[in-house]
Nanobody, 123 residues
Framework: QVQLLESGGGLVQAGESLRISCVAS????????MGWFRQAPGKEREFVAAINWIGGKTYYAESVKGRFAISRDNSKNTMYLQMDDLKPDDTGVYYC????????????????WGQGLQVTVSS
């Protein structure tokens, strides 16, 4: 069983940047996809970005393309999300997930989740 732990959330102003991290423990990642989802109050959890652990192919939601960058450090079993030019609509609880590489955008295909961290962007 893989455990996921997020870190790095907080409160920023619109236009600022923030980097959040997710470290996986329990086994070395291989044929997996790691992704970020977020959930705003009263809304469903939505896809933000994902990365194939082998090969590094990335996927982004249209709303964050050009502003967010997902990356990984295989040696540390750690995934990052660099978020630039943050907007109030980016506010929410961000969850790190481990899923099947064939379905990087589908929330129900993720089998492990972190506890989530709060990102708040003030206007």
């Amino acid at each position: 069983q893989v455990q996921l732990l997020e870190s790095g959330g907080g409160l920023v102003q619109a236009g600022e940047s923030l980097r959040i991290s997710c470290v996986a423990s329990g086994r070395t990642l291989g044929s997996d996809v790691m992704g970020w989802f977020r959930q705003a109050p009263g809304k469903e959890r939505e896809f933000v970005a994902a990365i194939n652990w082998i090969g590094g192919k990335t996927y982004y939601a249209e709303s964050v393309k050009g502003r967010f960058a997902i990356s990984r450090d295989n040696s540390k079993n750690t995934m990052y999300l660099q978020m630039d030019d943050l907007k109030p609509d980016d506010t929410g609880v961000y969850y790190c997930g481990l899923g099947w590489p064939q379905y990087p955008l589908i929330r129900t295909r993720y089998r492990s989740w972190g506890q989530g961290l709060q990102v708040t962007v003030s206007s």
